[in-house]
């Protein structure tokens, strides 16, 4: 009797989870044809199917990619699940300023306009360096960004109404932003979830600043997704991680229905600035929401990327 009250707590368990991760997908219909896109990280994970989700719409696609070789494989992939030819990738290593620098140029030279930046690129928790010298976690996901928008703001701008979205996660409130120590490179988890606290930041000062001027910010978690990023593990933790993505993640296409969401939703553009989960508007812990905490963070980057 014991055995069969397990057995069907589990199936009923198992059950439950299969259909929480059936939840929400963006179900604004709006197209995109005239529109170009640039999504960081494009050729894997969220990045891709944030990709085919929005070629499917008519949009013009670029992702933005550090390895040549997948980039390509994932291009294809995309056209053929989104029936568009209106895809490519351009070479991108958000680790490194210069290369940073030189991926924008070569950008603006080659496109009219950009209406949608999807800031989606992200390292999880590792403990490694860039080429520049700063902690491979804050350097990627947030400065190698705060880098990027910058250089494509007044292109943005000129392409308005413009949006830019960068993905988060909700970790980030287990951390807070140390301004003495911003490199902080010491626990693996705790720089993720810095780095992710300091794009929450960023995406609200973007909202500040670019105000009244027809650009619209968005910061997203995109649930917890099987996606690639267990890659940069050890093999027991991955394996580990297998069983754990498998029962509780979403998959990838989930994970990009917020993102999705953010890049079409009129009603998402009322909340300039704000926080999404779940293809809806989500509040902040208090401390996320500081501004001064914001504005010092974006005086912070302007000057570790000598933008001034
Ligand atoms: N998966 C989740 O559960 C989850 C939860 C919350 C938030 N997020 C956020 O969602 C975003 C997408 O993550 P994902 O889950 O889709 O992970 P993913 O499959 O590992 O994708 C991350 C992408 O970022 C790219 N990337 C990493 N470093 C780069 C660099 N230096 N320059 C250019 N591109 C770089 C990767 O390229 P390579 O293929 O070359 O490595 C990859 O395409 C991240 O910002 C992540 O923090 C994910």
Same mark, same amino acid.
């Given at each position: ?6 057995i !069907? ?10 259909w %929480? ?8 219909l ?6 170009t !896109? ?15 989700? +929005?070629?499917?719409r008519?949009?013009?696609v670029? /992702? ?6 997948? &980039? ?5 992939e ?22 940073i ?7 603006l030279?080659k ?7 999807v ?10 360096w ?8 804050f @350097? ?7 880098l ?11 392409? &308005?109404?413009?949006?830019? /979205?960068t +993905?988060t ?6 951390q807070?932003?140390n301004?003495?120590? %911003?490199?902080?490179?010491l626990?693996?988890?705790?720089t993720y ?6 794009n ?5 000062e973007?909202a500040?600043?670019t105000e009244?001027k027809?650009l619209?910010t968005?910061v997203?978690?995109? @649930? ?5 990023? /267990? ?7 991955r394996?580990?991680m297998? !069983? ?13 229905q917020?993102? !999705? ?12 600035g704000?926080?999404?989960?779940d293809?809806?508007p989500?509040? +902040?812990?208090?401390?996320a929401?500081?501004?001064g ?14 933008l001034v």
């Open positions: 009797m014991y055995l069969l009250y397990t !069907v707590a589990s199936l009923f368990t198992f059950f439950i989870l299969k %929480l991760k059936k939840r929400r997908f963006c179900t604004d709006k197209r995109l044809d005239g529109k !896109v640039l999504i960081t990280g494009g050729s894997s994970g969220i990045g891709k199917e944030t990709a085919v989700a +929005l070629a499917m008519g949009a013009r670029v /992702i933005a990619c550090r390895d040549v070789e997948n &980039a390509e494989k994932a291009v294809r995309i056209k053929f699940k989104s029936h568009s030819l209106n895809v490519l990738y351009m070479e991108l290593d958000l680790a490194n300023m210069s290369c620098r030189e991926f924008c140029k070569r950008f030279q496109e009219k306009r950009l209406d949608i930046l800031n989606n690129a992200g390292m999880p928790s590792v403990l490694d860039t080429d520049d010298g700063f902690s491979m976690c @350097g990627v996901n947030h400065l190698g960004h705060f990027l928008t910058n250089l494509l703001l007044p292109c943005l701008k000129e392409s &308005a109404p413009s949006r830019v /979205i +993905l996660c909700s970790n980030y409130k287990y807070r932003l301004f003495q120590d %911003l490199n902080y490179n626990v693996p988890f705790f979830c810095r780095s992710k606290l300091a929450i930041y960023f995406s609200q973007l500040r600043i009244g027809g619209t968005y997203v978690h995109p @649930g917890f997704v099987q996606s690639g990023w /267990i890659c940069h593990f050890s093999f027991l933790f394996m580990l297998q !069983v754990i993505m498998w029962m509780f993640f979403v998959p990838c296409e989930l994970g990009a917020t993102v !999705v969401y953010c890049a079409v939703s009129d009603e998402a553009a009322q909340h300039s704000g926080y999404f989960v293809c809806r989500a509040t +902040l812990r208090p401390f929401r500081d501004s905490v914001a504005k010092k963070l974006w005086e912070a980057s302007e000057r570790l990327v000598k």
